[in-house]
């Protein structure tokens, strides 16, 4: 009996060192940040990953959308394969038995896949329309959790893809995971970690760990989560470019990464991570950057080896301050950005050599002159004191802003100069108006403002652009089923709007009165940015290829401007919005 006991204590599983010893597994989890490598994905952009039962993980890309398997040594395993034609644009990813894996798509499809791509099942999932953003296992192992963007919700699937809970009051949660009994929930909108327990509690965003920040414990725009151990959670810091290490009492204990300001550049720099999963056989992190096109992982350096000198880099202010839309005073001399990742606006002189910032307003939150992910900016024409108008996503709301300034000299910066005029909760104002109501609440994105007054804001969420005057009253909407799917840029052009939308590949230009919108072929994949210049030719951007297009203004097919991910005289990396000025 002794000698069959040793024998079946010998021939157990041999643990990674970081699970041996709990004491050991602390220190090696919050040891992480050394950058083992990268695996390439270019051209398909990564956007969901999982880890894998005996090592290594699985990642899901888009353009085009393919399953690949990385093993635990960081290589390819094999060829990348295609994923059905209902999931062409993946969201989450989870790992089953058999090889097998539970995939989500952005049109809301649920379903199981084989290692092959192979479509094995369909799953129900909600009944309602809905947007799902991430996958994890529920509380216990007992079925699956998913987020809702567009309902801003949390659904409690079965192993059958049934509801059977959900939980309302996030903005944008983009990520989740279980530890323990407790669910954890990442929320962009919030800019923080919701935890709850689905037995006795309803999740509190009031009660929630963090707040938008760049301090140890704060976050800009949290993305992927992931639990190690039931002990610890991986938090993928999106705009602070880092991934943050939280106990399960919620206080950070750990941050690793680099801000990359290069295209392509490893080392330990990330570059807005997303998705993050943690292999339990090796004790590495797999960080995905949709961005660079690839896979970063990271696990705890040699004590022997030299320290790179990105390791031992001290960060201040890891907040980026990026604009994500911005707008062109007509006639004027300034130029307003909208920056989503530090939740403010900025007014600029832009015709001097280096521009310069007057002043800047907002902050993270809900009062008046504050913003939860400001998208969409504008200046209003025909107004004696320049005034702006910012669509403000999380708070669904818009605010209009007026710029009372001045050239003299010397330039300088003029605290306070910008000052709220006026604000409107669109979800409240959609009530009201019957050719407005919806079953979700509006998802705000671009915004643009024609030279009548008319303020067209993009509302992603319901596929359609919600029409107002400069009194942010309702006057109308446009609609196009099939075409207008994901409206990424919007720009006056004479009496109608040129529409720019991601999803369908298209560029539309919409005219009040006409119920049908034109269509301009470009040839693009992903049109993010468009605008007419005076000579009458379209100039938009090509996200999915870093590039720069006219089309010239009787029609034809675009012309390359400016082409090639990088950082050079005539490159571009990851360009967005596209604004030309009245003299060309």
Known sequence: MTVLLLLLLCSGPVLPSWAQNSTEAEDEVLSLGHSLGTVSFAPAVPVAICSLERGGFAVLTERPAQLWIIDSSGEKDGAPVALPAAISRPRGILP???????????????????????????????????????????????????????????????????????????IEPTGICAIGEQIWVSDRGHHRLIRFDPRTEQPDPTTAIGDHGAAPGLLAAPMGLCSVADRWLLVSDRDNHRVQVFGRHGISMHSFGIHSMLPRVALGRLHYPTGVAFDHTTGVCGVIEPSERRLQRFGVRDPESPVPAAEQWQRVDLVSHYGAYWALQRGGRLLAVSEPDSERISVLVRDLENPFEVDDIGGHGSLPTRFRTPTGIDFLPGTSVPRIVVADRGNRRLQMFEVPWKMTEPLRREPALIRLVRSVDLEQLARQYPSWHASVPPRLTALACNESGTIAVCDEANARILLLDARFRAIGVFEAPGLLR???????????????????????????????????????????GVDRHPDGS?????????????????????????????????????????????DG
């Open 96 to 170: 089953l038995s058999r090889g097998h894996f539970i995939v989500v798509d952005r049109s809301g499809v649920l379903g199981e896949i084989d290692r092959k791509g192979r479509w094995v099942r369909t799953l129900p999932g909600p009944a309602a329309a809905w947007q799902p953003a991430a996958l994890a296992i529920g509380p216990g192992g007992e079925g699956w959790l998913v987020t809702d963007l567009l309902r801003g919700q949390v659904h409690h699937l079965d192993v059958d893809g049934l509801v059977q809970k959900s939980w309302s009051g996030f």
């Open 486 to 528: 994901q409206a990424t840029a919007i720009s006056a052009d004479g009496d109608g709007f040129l529409v720019a939308d991601a999803g369908s590949g298209q560029l539309l230009r919409f005219v009040p009165g006409q119920l049908v919108p034109e269509l301009i072929e470009t040839g693009s994949t992903m049109p993010v």
């Open 538 to 582: 379209i100039w938009f951007t090509n996200g999915a290829n870093h590039s720069l297009l006219r089309i010239p203004p009787g029609g034809g097919e675009a012309e390359v401007i400016l082409a090639g991910a990088g950082t050079g005289e005539r490159q571009l990396f990851r360009p967005r919005a596209v604004k030309i000025d009245e």
